[in-house]
């Protein structure tokens, strides 16, 4: 609980790891029904977008669960992935000023 305070006190949070996971997740909702959970063509799509997490979506059985492993471990790493492109921005306009 003290993790989850934490990160919703911190700016970074909001502008690094919010928009990144949100992209994944309409991404994931465009490419799937939500009837019966079923990839509209085929759920290679989603294996490629959440590479290298992807690999543990081929232990599962049938669209379903790909999809909602996809929605939960590929969000997060979607999310990370956001932070670590903010972080870096960081570092480079941090580079830019001060040489």
Do not use: K, Q
Request: hydrophobic share 50%.
């Amino acid at each position: 609980m003290e993790l989850l305070r934490y990160l919703l006190n911190r700016t970074e949070f909001y502008v690094g790891f919010l928009p990144a996971a949100l992209l994944h997740l309409i991404m994931v909702m465009t490419r799937t029904t939500t009837g019966p959970l079923r990839c509209i063509t085929n759920c290679e799509e989603i294996y490629l977008f959440d590479a290298p997490v992807s690999i543990l979506y081929f232990l599962l059985p049938g669209d379903g669960p790909v999809i909602l492993a996809s929605a939960l471990l590929g969000t997060v790493w979607w999310g990370l992935g956001g932070l670590l492109v903010l972080y870096l921005l960081d570092r480079v306009v941090e580079r830019l000023r001060s040489g």
